[in-house]
């Protein structure tokens, strides 16, 4: 199962406190560049998959989405969604990504924010995916950029490959990356973006834009603390069609 971090009281809690959590799309740097890649919604059947608080769900219905389903594993999370939404044509199921269940060609998008990284088994959920989408339908989603994501464990790895040590926070080493990112023990699935896109392509995916997300000049101009996102992207966008 999914790691439930985001009903921890103390995470909720910090979470909540977040640029994004508070302004919503608004809030969030990567968001016009995620928009860009969004197709017309009007008339669209849409899924959310980490909804978290709704932003999106409601985004989509304000743009005459025909139907939004909002999925998250967080019952605070679907809580304060469900509170802030009023649209009919919005609704909200609890699941784990990790054992989704979808009926069969039922979305013209998959949507999805910062969530995937979470996942273990993502073989398994593009399966899924792939299978509730509409022909022609759109999966796009973002991901904490592989190569941000890597360097979180301080401890070494070694391996017996010819007295070599590897340090566990080396890209190519994939698989459980730990931090304390608002609490203890967070868990998420680093994959370098080789194996993400390969994924993708195997799982019956068309790729049709990849992003590496950094601040533009004028990104830096009104936010001078994005800086340091220039050293190393923090985010990866990828639009794909079936």
Same mark, same amino acid.
């Given at each position: 199962?999914?790691? +439930? ?13 977040? =640029? ?8 969030? &740097?990567?968001?016009?560049?995620? *928009? ?15 909804? $978290?608080?709704?932003?999106?769900? *409601?985004?989509?219905?304000?743009? $005459? ?8 594993? #967080? ?9 802030? #939404?009023? +649209? ?21 998008? /998959? ?5 995937? @990284?979470? /996942? ?10 792939? *299978? ?9 989603? #973002?991901?904490? @950029? ?16 010819? $007295? ?7 890209? =190519? ?9 608002? &609490?203890? $023990?967070?868990?998420? =699935? ?15 995916? +068309? ?8 601040? #533009?000049?004028?990104?830096? &101009? ?9 050293? *190393?992207?923090?985010?990866?966008? /990828?639009?794909?069609?079936?």
């Amino acid at each position: 199962m999914t790691q +439930n971090i985001y009903d921890d009281p103390g995470f909720f809690e910090g979470y909540s406190r977040l =640029q994004r959590s508070v302004s919503g799309l608004a809030g969030a &740097a990567e968001w016009p560049a995620v *928009r860009a890649l969004l197709p017309e919604l009007r008339g669209l059947d849409v899924i959310d998959l980490g909804c $978290g608080f709704g932003w999106f769900c *409601r985004w989509a219905a304000e743009q $005459g989405a025909a139907s939004v389903l909002g999925v998250d594993v #967080s019952d605070k999370m679907l809580g304060r969604a469900c509170a802030e #939404s009023e +649209n009919s044509r919005i609704r909200y199921e609890r699941a784990d990504l990790e054992k989704l269940q979808l009926p069969e060609a039922s979305f013209d998008l /998959i949507y999805s924010s910062l969530a995937f @990284h979470y /996942i273990e088994d993502f073989a398994g959920l593009l399966a899924t995916i792939r *299978r509730a989408l509409k022909p022609g339908g759109r999966l796009i989603f #973002s991901i904490e @950029h592989p190569i941000y994501m890597a360097p979180r464990q301080p401890e070494w790895l070694t391996e017996e490959d010819g $007295g070599k040590t590897w340090p566990l926070n080396a890209y =190519q080493i994939e698989g459980k990356r730990l931090t304390n990112w608002l &609490a203890e $023990g967070v868990v998420k =699935q680093h994959r370098t973006m080789g194996t993400t896109l390969n994924l993708l392509i195997k799982s019956g995916f +068309n790729i049709a834009h990849v992003e590496e997300w950094s601040p #533009s000049d004028t990104d830096l &101009a009104a936010h001078p603390d994005w800086v340091i996102e220039r050293e *190393r992207p923090m985010f990866l966008l /990828i639009s794909t069609r079936t």
